[in-house]
């Protein structure tokens, strides 16, 4: 699966991509990660890629000419266009069935913003797939594009060690509830023991055991998943 991320901040992602889960992916040859700097694409003397909004106010606008530039270059670098996907604040926010969505695809391209955000016309032109990561403001789309590529990256057939792993995930597999408690060693810690069920190897009570607890922690903590349609959550791309 191939990723480009179209950025102003290239250098923020290698050190993430660099290590454990991430990096062995890349190394095997299942990812490939390839960074473009926006600011490649303008036309301005010095490098401008942002301006005043019109209209006033605080902050910088990205421009439209060099974002519309970059992103059509890189669309054409491979045979598979794959989506494209604007990180924004605005847009659909982010959950596992989106992610499962999106991990369909053989390439997705990644436009991240900064400053006060994007020019409308990016938007308008591209008509981009728009992602939030969740109703907070972050400083760019760098963070929120890793936080997909991260997301998407563990359930390509190969990278878990576990293949099944994924699938009893929180928001994961047949009933998308949060995952139940675990437990590993030792058996007590400071007057905390491990349940007994799960010291005794039958796999039908462990099982049965686990699944109650999983519905029990949703229901008391993310009451919300219980009455989310199963099929596709809510409509991600
Ligand atoms: C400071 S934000 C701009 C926010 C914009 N002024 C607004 O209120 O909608 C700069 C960039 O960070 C990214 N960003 C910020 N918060 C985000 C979120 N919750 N999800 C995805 N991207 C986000 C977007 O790429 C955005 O263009």
């Not at 699938?167 to 408690?181: H, I, K, V």
Request: proline letters at 6%; a negative charge; charged letters at 30%.
């Amino acid at each position: 699966m191939r990723f480009d991320i179209l950025t102003l901040f290239p250098d923020i992602f290698p050190g993430y991509l660099g290590q454990s889960l991430l990096k062995r992916a890349i190394d095997g040859g299942l990812v490939q990660v390839c960074l473009h700097d926006i600011r490649k694409w303008s036309r301005d003397k010095h490098l401008k890629v942002d301006d005043r909004p019109y209209g006033g106010g605080p902050g910088m606008v990205m421009m439209v000419e060099p974002v519309v530039a970059c992103v059509e270059a890189v669309r054409t670098q491979s045979a598979e266009a794959g989506p494209l996907v604007m990180l924004t604040p605005q847009g659909r926010p982010l959950d596992q069935a989106g992610v499962e969505r999106l991990s369909r695809h053989e390439r997705i391209v990644l436009l991240c913003g900064r400053y006060e955000g994007f020019d409308e016309r990016i938007r308008l032109l591209l008509e981009p797939e728009e992602i939030s990561i969740g109703d907070y403001i972050l400083n760019g789309g760098e963070v929120a594009a890793m936080v997909i590529i991260d997301a998407v990256i563990r359930l390509l057939p190969g990278v878990l060690g576990d293949a099944e792993s994924s699938q009893c995930d929180s928001f994961s597999g047949a009933n998308r509830l949060l995952e139940f408690a675990q437990f590993t060693r030792p058996r007590e810690y400071r007057g905390l023991q491990v349940p007994e069920i799960l010291l005794g190897g039958d796999h039908g009570e462990i099982a049965r055991w686990r699944e109650e607890n999983s519905r029990r922690r949703t229901e008391a903590w993310r009451a919300d998943l219980l009455d989310k349609p199963l099929e596709e959550g809510r409509g991600n791309p």
